[in-house]
Every structure is written in C-alpha cells, then in structure tokens.
C-alpha cells in the first residue's frame, strides 16, 4: 500500500472547494507519457495553477502502474526543480470502471479516483459508487462519479448517444454516494468528433463546423439543487482548428473535426463547474507538431528531434487553456 502522501500528492477537497468560491475551474490534463508529463507540470509551474493528471485505465495499462507511481512522485520534485514551493498535484484515476480498479489505484498512490457508473442503472450507479466512496474515504482519496451518459468512447465504455443529467436525480445521488465530485452530461462529448454535421451550423466565411451550445440550463438547474457542489465537466477539448488543419496539411485525415468552443468552457469555469477534462487537445498538439517535423525534416529520427517540439508545443496549448480559458493561474 502506497499513501498519496507520501508521494507529495493531494486530493481534490480543497483545490475543488477554492475553485467553486474563486470561479475558475482546475485544469484535468490526461497523460499516457513523459512528455506530456513534463509538458503538463511546466505549464502548471510556469501559470502558478494547481492541475490534476489524470489517467485513464487503458493509459494505466500502457505507462504500467508502477512507472506512473513514480512519474506522479517525479512530476511533484520535478515542479519543485523548476521553483515551486509547494505544488498541488493531483494523481486522478479517469473513467474508473469497477470497485477493483479504483482500489487498485488507491493502493498505489492516486489521490483521487473517478468510478464511472453512468452507464448503470440510477440504482446499481449509486450502489458501485457508494462502495468506491467508502474505502476511498478511509484512505482520504476523493471520488468523482458521474450521473448523466456522455456521446462517444470513455475507454472501456462508450455510448453512441449521450442523456443529459437530470437534475432531480442529483441530490439522491450526492446524498447517498458520498461522492466529492459529480461530472454531468450537458452536451460534451469525447474525442475529436463531438457532433456530426447535422448537429452543427456551417460558418459561412470559414465552412467550418459550430457545434450546438452547451445546455447551461441544465448545469444551472444543478447547481439549484446543489449549491457549492463541485461539478465536474468530461469531453471538454475545443478540438482547436489550427491544429487540425495542421494535422490535415502534413498528411492527416481529420476532416469535420470540432470540439467545445472555448468561450463555453470560460463559462462553465465561471460557475460550479470545477473540474475540466482536456485530452483530445493533447492528443492533437502533440500529433500536430510531430507531423510538422517530419514533413519539414525526413532526415530525422531520434525521437528527442520530434518529441521537443511536441512537448513545447502541448506545454502552449495547456498554458493557454489554465489562463484563457479555465482562470486556474496564479492561484496556488
Ligand atoms: O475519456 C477518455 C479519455 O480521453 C481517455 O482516453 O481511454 O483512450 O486513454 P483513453
Ligand atoms: P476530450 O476527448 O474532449 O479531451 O475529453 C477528455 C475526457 O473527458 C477525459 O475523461
Ligand atoms: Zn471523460
């Protein structure tokens, strides 16, 4: 059994209840590599924002639990290397799919764990989520669960249409969970196709997608319900055009793809909404300026060439996302 502690993690609790009375939200950078590692905490060092890394079981299964024990211990001396005092990381299980997973991270460091029972019954959700609630508490590892069915693929689970959060359900829910945190379905998705053409308006002087406005009624109608409450906000890449169309420029085939505009997720920063997931975007920076590389330079292949400019390149995208969009900096 390995505490977070003695990591020199922290758990959600605090940095969630700031956010919600400051109106920012906390960035949740997923991480499958060092990289993106060491892109995330040079952002988070360089803006003074505390940030969640996140991980989902696939991205466990890849990095290996044990190399990413001591990534999460190396991201926190590595923060404090580059003059943080006191850094506030936190080490999240994403998408956690049963009581065995969650345990599992729990005994080896993480700080926070998410059991994803939305795709269960109102019910059965509750009861799986009750029973992460009660062995994380023992070991003071906060737990995010989720009421509400996101479109497109959460790891293991995927739903190919997404059921917006009632809002009447979320006060059973909180009540008898425990939980610490509730992500919602307000109209996000995951990946890089978030709506398909039909779902969107054409720009006429771009010809690129809009995607539909999230449904703030519905995330107000919650937060009625759950005053102060730390909402949690899944498949928030904004999918950023540049991007895509550097990807598409070197050789790569995304057409249509569209995420959440950033004027929605500054928004819903401003509100409960206190945790904000972003790992397509990652996915795209780091693709993007790889691609760049190799078509500007053939030559290469020592993986430091490509792999310098994709980490400086993610290290921009999370520096921009903390302060234009989540309001996270400067609150260390
Ligand atoms: O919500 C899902 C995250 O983007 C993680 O994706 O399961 O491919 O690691 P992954
Ligand atoms: P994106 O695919 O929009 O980056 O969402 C990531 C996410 O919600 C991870 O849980
Ligand atoms: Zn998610």
Known sequence: MVSYKEL???????????????????????????????AIIQAAVETKS???MQVSKGARKYANPTILRYMAQGAVEYAKELGCANPQIVLHLDHGDSFE??????????SSVMIDG??????????L????????????????????VLAGVED????????????EEVIEFATKTGCDSLAI??????????????????????????PPPLAFDIL????????????????????????VDTINQYGGKLPDAVGIPESQLRKAAKSAVCKINIDSDSRLAMTAAIRKHFAENPGDFDPRQYLSPARENMKKMYIHKIIEVLGSNDKL
């Open 8 to 38: 020199g993690l922290v758990n959600t609790k605090d940095m969630f209840a700031k956010a919600v009375k400051g109106g920012y939200a906390i960035p949740a950078f997923n991480f499958n590599t060092m990289e993106q590692m060491q």
């Open 50 to 52: 505390p940030v969640i």
């Open 129 to 148: 989520t009750k029973e992460v609630v009660d062995y994380a508490h023992q070991h003071d590892v906060t737990v995010e669960a989720e009421l509400g």
């Open 101 to 110: 997973t969650c345990k599992s991270c729990i005994d080896s460091g993480f």
């Open 185 to 210: 379905s307000i109209g996000t998705s995951h990946g890089a196709y978030k709506f398909t053409r039909e779902q969107c308006t054409v720009d006429p002087e771009t010809g690129k997608l809009v």
């Open 156 to 167: 293991e689970v995927s739903a190919a249409e997404s059921h917006y959060t009632k809002p």
């Open 220 to 243: 107000e109608a919650i937060e009625q319900k759950l005053p102060g409450f730390p909402i949690v906000l899944h498949g928030s890449s904004s999918v950023p055009q540049d991007e």
């Open 118 to 127: 939305s795709h269960f019954s109102f019910e059965e959700n509750i009861k």
